[in-house]
């Protein structure tokens, strides 16, 4: 069972360059979330989906986008890389948002010098 | 606003018993999960209580108090694997997960 997986898992950006995460669920799963982990901070949600061709914002979403053409993937994409984006970043899913277990990608480590 | 307070460390001894506390306050309220993360790994759910009470499961216990805003987890038998963060997030009154800053376990043999 693959479950939810995230590529890369580490990456180093220069400040002002651009990237997409990559995110894959075989779960069948309507829900999927973005999230960034700083240390010493809890889960901050930047974007979710509750199915293809429907996204919306979360807490954190200046300097990302998403898109959703698929139940399966849910890619988040950086423009224009700052250190402030410097932090882990996680995937999650689930099949409905109430009550329902979130399961998470391995996670990507995003460093931008 | 919305937030979630628990301990930053704690630490316990193996065969021991350990209670992490969480307190809560959300813009509404969907039920209070419970979730560990071992270091450089992803989060993985461990318990939800939806209704005050005790929620037992092997040697993890959860707890709520809706009326207070708190809940606990309560681990039993420890044992080095156990050591790990231990995340508490409550669910809003739009689904969305609030998380706490996660309590670091420690666990000494």
């Known amino acids: 069972n693959a479950g939810v997986t995230q590529t890369p898992k580490f990456r180093i950006l220069k400040i002002g360059q651009s990237m997409t995460l990559q995110c894959t669920q075989d779960?069948?799963?309507?829900?999927m979330y973005w999230y960034r982990q700083d240390p010493g901070m809890g889960l901050k949600l930047i974007y979710y989906?509750?199915?293809?061709?429907?996204?919306d914002k979360g807490e954190v979403p200046n300097g990302y986008n998403v898109s959703r053409s698929t139940t399966e993937d849910f890619p988040l994409r950086l423009e224009l890389a700052a250190p402030s984006q410097t932090s882990v970043y996680f995937c999650?899913?689930?099949?409905?948002?109430?009550?329902?277990?979130?399961?998470f990608g391995a996670g990507t480590r995003l460093s931008v010098l | 606003g919305q937030n979630i307070d628990q301990p930053t460390e704690m630490t316990a001894t193996e065969g021991a018993i350990v209670q992490i506390n969480c307190t809560y306050q959300t813009s509404g309220f969907n039920g209070l999960f419970w979730y560990q993360q071992h270091a450089g790994e992803a989060p993985t759910f461990l318990s939800y209580n939806v209704l005050d009470g005790l929620e037992e499961k092997g040697r993890f216990s959860s707890f709520l108090s809706r009326s207070k805003g708190y809940s606990y987890l309560l681990l039993k038998e420890l044992q080095m694997k156990d050591s790990a963060s231990y995340l508490c997030a409550a669910m809003d009154s739009n689904y969305q997960l609030i998380w706490g800053a996660g309590t670091k376990l420690i666990i000494k043999p």
């Open positions: 779960m069948n799963h309507n829900y």
């Open positions: 989906s509750v199915g293809a061709g429907i996204t």
């Open positions: 999650a899913s689930s099949y409905e948002p109430g009550g329902n277990i979130q399961y």
